[in-house]
């Protein structure tokens, strides 16, 4: 395993015991950042709350992994990747899609988008939509059988995006050896509001490691690379 | 003012207080996001400091605006956007980027990115990398008087971009009629990792403004959009 990718030492039932534990720690700091910009109360109230925030972390940091959370790696190829800027279950500045995967390299998801992702105001960030569309892209490919690292992103933008509930898909347009066409919108009240289009590369390394495998079920490879 | 653009209520004093009592609390929750990704403590730790969030967040809500914080436009034309999702000051999702402007549209920001932007392991998401440089982009665009809101962006990803200590930097490449074409790109350690183009528009509701201007004491045109 290169790259940063590692086998993931924790059986199913921890990792399930994690996501009950970890989900609603991430749900509440993303409420503690949502509300930290709309905030109003008094300075008093304020100053409390960022030292008493402190303290928190400071209990937090008593025990950490030393660096970014990562790559792990299942028996099964899939990827646990909780750190993700966009999906990562303990990510509390990732907006936290929920992505459906069909295996024909299709994927959509359902989200909401709050005060942390404003751009212009009352409009999604024009960035926060390529970041989302970055990722549904990629997870297309891969759930295509296709998984790269980015090469190219292209996104256009039809009309602003609402804050709010919005609906993402992407798809697998086309593949050319070791490229993989994607391409897929963000989808508004009023319709399509921005779309993208990608270009996606298997990396060097996973496929010169295609070539000459090591033992699948002691080395999983990746099955994506988001 | 139109579009979600409200003119500053606040004295350049207050925005000053403002400013001193925010930034710290912004600060304290984006290292509890990064704890939050990272802390090995026990489950019943997690649990405590999940139930002390909620209650915190509780007095913030005790008094809020109704929505995302918008874009309050000043005398100057210049635009307080703390809710941005990439230099908004009140935002603990944002990278929280400082971006240094000269007048003929150039900018520049060292920036670090940490556990919370991750994509690939140890890795930069592609999709932080858009998001960085849309504002970028369009901050080069105000930067040279040339504000507009993203029509089409365009990124090649020529290696990965580690996390850490980054620099970015964008400027108006040419400028046809009512777009403006900016470029951009992220550096770190061993160079150029993406590079961004980027074409933006001034929007219609601006370009008829500036036909039929109202008073500009009263009513201040924003001079970026991002």
Redesign the interface.
Known sequence: MV????LDGESPEDVSRQEA??R???A??R???D???????D?A???R??A???Q??A???????P?????RVRADGSVR??????V?L?????PGLVIERESNGRVSSRFTL??????????V????S??????LL?EACSAGGRPG?????????RR?TP?GELRGEAWIERTEGVKTVARGHIVGPEGVTVEAEGVFILPRWVRDGAAAPDSPAADPRPSS??
Do not use: C
Not at 3 to 6: L, R
């Open positions: 790259f940063g990718y590692e534990l970890y609603p720690l991430a509440a700091m409420e503690l950042v509300a930290g910009i709309r905030s109003t109360v300075p109230e304020i100053e709350a960022a008493e925030i402190e928190i972390t209990r937090l940091r008593k025990s950490e992994i660096g970014p959370f990562g790559a990747q909780w750190g993700n800027a966009v990562g303990r990510n509390a500045a990732a709050g005060a942390a992702y404003e751009g212009p105001p009352m409009l960030h024009g960035g926060v390529a970041l989302i569309l970055d990722q990629g690292m980015t090469g190219t992103l292209t996104l256009r933008y602003g804050l690379f988001e």
